[in-house]
């Protein structure tokens, strides 16, 4: 059993160093892309990190369709303003200023034109009494074509990364195939097993020849022994 588990060992040892020591094309291919693959996953994750931490320093979360709702936020306020406006002038024109009526057109407005130079940008400073974020928790419309560039640049950087890694996954996968194929494997003509019967050492021999020479020894002994008994003394 032992001498089959140690034939069987020089075999798997025999295998793994050819495949170690493979420097076939495909082999040197695994190894090239492997190491790119390494660089390119560093460089995506760069790309990733810079585009989620300007998008979340901007709120920029898709800058066209932030654009596009904007516009169509402010035509809307814009509407809705020259409504108000005209109301307002059709209401001053039948009773004061101090009118109810009159006065809750006036605030309705102040606040559409606040809301709408709060969406375009244009709007001041902030009152002391607002909170830090009143003023405009997106960006304004002024600010979406400077933020759409480096928006862009970002975008486009982290695609190319991700269209790289994920072209170069597939040709690593393909190349692993490949050296499994030309990988020279060891073939075994005989495995080792273990026999069905023993055949050597000839236990059987080994004992008969070992009790006839301790019967000689043993003869020899007692023979010897007399002899020397009877010699004389002198």
Known sequence: AR?????????EELERLVSQLSTSS???????????????????DQASADFSQF?????????PEQGKAMVEAAALLQGQLIAAESELKGLEEIYTASNVRVRSVEARVAELRHQLEKLDGDSGPASPGASPNERSAYPTIRQLPLLGVT???????????????ETLTQQYELAKVQEAKETPSVKVLDAASVPERKVFPPRLLIMFWGALLGLAAASFWVV???CWQQLDPR
């Not at 001498?3 to 075999?11: E, F, K, L």
């Not at 998008?55 to 800058?63: D, E, F, H, R």
């Not at 190319?160 to 890694?165: G, K, L, S």
């Open 3 to 11: 001498a089959t588990r140690i034939a069987q060992a020089y075999s």
């Open 26 to 44: 495909a082999h040197r291919e695994r190894v090239f892309l492997e190491d790119r693959l390494k660089v390119v996953k560093h460089e995506l």
């Open 55 to 63: 998008a979340s320093q901007n709120a920029a979360i898709n800058i």
């Open 151 to 165: 928006y862009a640049d970002l975008l486009r950087r982290t695609k190319i990364q991700e269209a790289v890694y």
């Open 224 to 226: 010897g022994g007399t």
